[in-house]
């Protein structure tokens, strides 16, 4: 029986979110609520493919479709708004054996790759997928060129106590004997998250580097997604805002998404609130921290000291005849 591609039906939908959270490929981003916020917010329409064997669903797989200067574009996720991951998401796999595990895998990538070739007719197809989806033969058959990228995750199921020990001497020291009397941790709300992407912006800006994220598209995330799934967490000094983090969050996975921009207070602002975060997920049974990215040489020398495993993560790209206007684009709406 071959795998039936289609966009996602009402029916569909209304059963999206169950299978994302049977998908071991998935995190908070494939939710039904977050695609919506990013197809809005990315100027983007959204194409949430749903493959089938038969009645059982076999993978989810959601396009964004965009267009620039007239070229007609295919992501997962959509550029701009620095989601780190996407792409597809396999379910019901655990069970069968290898040689149909990889066929079923196959023919339900080669669909969608037939679908968005044949609906969207893109010039340049970009997929970054969760560091969870390791097998990226099927996009590379589909003549996707996949290239490696890099997060941290951090293992809190170890306990407080052990992974303290495994910090770094200086990470350890300087959370060891908790919060200065006038510093405060807390998780805030709208004003919480717009001071944090703010500080953020007026970081990048000050390198005369572009931002796409804003408020507004943090505030719609959180208001589509499920109570407790984005939380904001803010550090003040005397009362003042420091600085603070983003986070998002399924069952087994607390993402570090937005925040932690350099700052000019006398503690050590970030690795308080690294640490923080890390506990509180902890009494949620929350076990891995994603310090979300290991590619920049400058950030991995602060997120190495938690002792986190390094994790690949794949890119695949395939372009047509426009290849170098479709990536000049692309590259600048990153």
Known sequence: ?????????????????????????????????????????????????IGFKGQEPVGIFPIFAVERLGVPMAFSPPPDLLVPYLGPALLNMGKLK?????????????????????????????????????????????????????????DLSIGADELLGRFS????????????????IEEGGERAIRRIVTQIYRRYEAQDKSYGVTPGFVLDLRERLPEGCLRAYVCRIDGRFAGGMITLEDE????????????????????????????DAMDRDIDSYDLVGADSRRLNEYKAKFDPDLRTYHEAERAGPAMRLARAVYTNLR
């Not at 560091?131 to 003549?143: G, K, V």
């Not at 001497?169 to 405060?184: I, K, Y």
């Open 1 to 49: 029986m071959s795998i039936e591609i289609r966009s996602a039906t009402d029916d569909d939908l209304d059963k999206w979110n169950s299978y994302v959270e049977r998908s071991p490929q998935s995190n908070p981003f494939h939710r039904r609520g977050s695609l919506a916020a990013l197809a809005a917010h990315a100027d983007a329409d959204l194409h949430p493919l």
């Open 98 to 154: 290898q040689r149909k595990r990889e066929r079923r895998h196959q023919r339900f990538v080669d669909g969608c790759i037939e679908w968005v070739d044949e609906q969207l007719d893109p010039r340049y197809t970009h997929v970054r997928s969760d560091y969870r989806y390791t097998d990226l033969r099927p996009l590379e058959w589909n003549e996707l060129a996949a290239s490696l990228g890099h997060t941290y995750t951090v």
């Open 169 to 184: 001497s200086d990470a350890r020291s300087n959370v060891r004997d908790g919060l200065p009397a006038n510093c405060t």
């Open 252 to 279: 087994g996975t607390i993402h570090r998404w937005q925040g932690g921009a350099k700052h000019d207070a006398a503690i050590p602002v970030n690795d308080h609130v690294d640490w923080w975060i890390m506990r």
